[in-house]
């Protein structure tokens, strides 16, 4: 079965060897706890390999994610130019130029469609609350549907990151339903330091681990401890 490498090392090693191809991943996580620097690896990774890459990006500017891969991981305006990006918060607030903006006029419900059923190995949605916020359960989940249709379909990864808590629990549910891969990234307050953990839920055609792993934010992205531990 065709892998395709999160960017992190030591969790490829706990997903023998990174997500399935014609997967989409839910990455649900606590306010706070970095799911988009995971993203940052994974779209990295993408460009290391030549593989084409979308981001859309509903929370931040596209400025802002590429001086966060900068930051994070060092990645290189050379590198950060072969990333398809998708910017609807500066389409909102009026910060793209008259051409960007038009490209982006429109429904962002048909455009992610539209967009994410073309040719790409790595797809990142950061983020689904966006969409929501702003659409119907029924279109949400079509959403999603659309999005497994294409990655089946060109053996690429569809990673969707999600606010934990900001909806109800049935809806949550059904987006963890409907999606192949859920990891869950939690935080936790401990004395005087704030431990992340992430969480593998599912993952078909992946025997998922049991256990519970530490990481860590760094100057160079995720760090994830390469111990497990059973907390």
Same mark, same amino acid.
């Given at each position: ?18 997500f399935?191809?014609g997967s #989409?991943?839910?990455f ?8 988009e620097?995971?993203?940052y690896h ?19 500017t596209?400025?802002d994610i ?5 930051l ?17 918060l500066s ?9 960007e903006?038009?490209?982006?006029s ?5 455009k ?12 990142v ?6 969409f929501?916020?702003s659409?119907?359960?029924?279109s #949400?989940?079509s959403?999603?549907?659309?999005m ?14 999600f ?5 109800n629990?049935e809806?949550e549910?059904?987006?963890?339903q409907?999606v192949d891969?859920v990891?869950?990234?939690s ?6 330091e ?7 839920v ?5 025997? #998922? ?18 111990v497990t531990?059973v907390l």
């Open positions: 079965m065709k892998r395709v490498s999160t960017g992190i090392l030591n969790l490829d090693s706990q997903l023998g060897g990174g399935p191809a #989409v991943i839910l649900i996580e606590d306010p706070g706890a970095g799911a620097i995971y993203s994974f779209v990295h990774d993408g460009i290391k390999k030549g593989e084409q890459s979308l981001y859309i990006a509903t929370n931040d596209a400025d590429r001086d966060s891969m900068k994070y991981l060092g990645v290189s305006d050379d590198e950060l130019e072969k990333v398809k990006f998708m910017d609807f389409a909102r607030v009026g910060a793209l130029g008259v051409r903006s038009l490209t982006l429109g429904d962002p419900y048909n992610v469609i539209t967009e994410t059923s073309r040719n790409y190995n790595r797809v949605l950061n983020s689904l609350s966006y929501a916020e659409y119907d359960r029924k #949400v989940l959403l999603i549907e659309s497994k249709i294409s990655a089946k379909r060109n053996e690429a990864v569809h990673m969707i990151i606010t934990k808590g900001m909806f629990m809806f549910t059904a987006v963890k409907v891969g990891i869950e990234l935080i936790r307050e401990a004395e005087t704030i431990q992340r953990r992430l969480k593998i599912k993952l078909k055609r992946t025997l #998922v681990p049991k256990t519970i792993f530490r990481y860590d934010i760094s100057d160079r992205g995720i760090r994830m401890e390469s531990r």
